[in-house]
């Protein structure tokens, strides 16, 4: 089974930025896709980016396109997604997320989930 630690949240003001990572168990981190969901108070989860096995593709919601960018070290068993220029509406719990096969935006495809982290941007 894989097991997933995010870190790296924190309070931060709007424009700032935040690394996060996440930190996998595992024998074959390789051969999961990663994803990063987030979910703020009275929302539901929403994709954020996701990465394939090997780092060779990428996606990024539209409305984080350009400000955040998910990477993927495999030696290190860690997947980081790096937000720059936050804004409050940023603020949420943000979760990594692991899949067998392709990339993907679909919460529900995902196998594995971190327990998240808070992510907290001030105006």
């Known amino acids: 089974q894989v097991q997933l630690v995010e870190s790296g949240g924190g309070l931060v003001q709007a424009g700032g930025s935040l690394r996060l990572s996440c930190a996998a168990s595992?024998?074959?981190?390789?051969?999961?896709?990663m994803g990063w969901f987030r979910q703020a108070p009275g929302k539901e989860r929403e994709f954020v980016a996701a990465?394939?096995?090997?780092?060779?593709?990428?996606n990024h919601a539209g409305s984080m396109k350009g400000r955040f960018t998910v990477s993927r070290d495999n030696a290190k068993n860690t997947v980081y997604l790096q937000m720059n220029s936050l804004k409050p509406e940023d603020t949420a719990v943000y979760y990594c997320a692991a899949k067998a096969g392709g990339a993907g935006t679909y919460a529900s495809a995902y196998d594995y989930w971190g327990q998240g982290t808070q992510v907290t941007v001030s105006s």
């Open positions: 990465v394939s096995g090997n780092g060779g593709y990428t």
């Open positions: 595992g024998h074959t981190f390789s051969r999961f896709a």
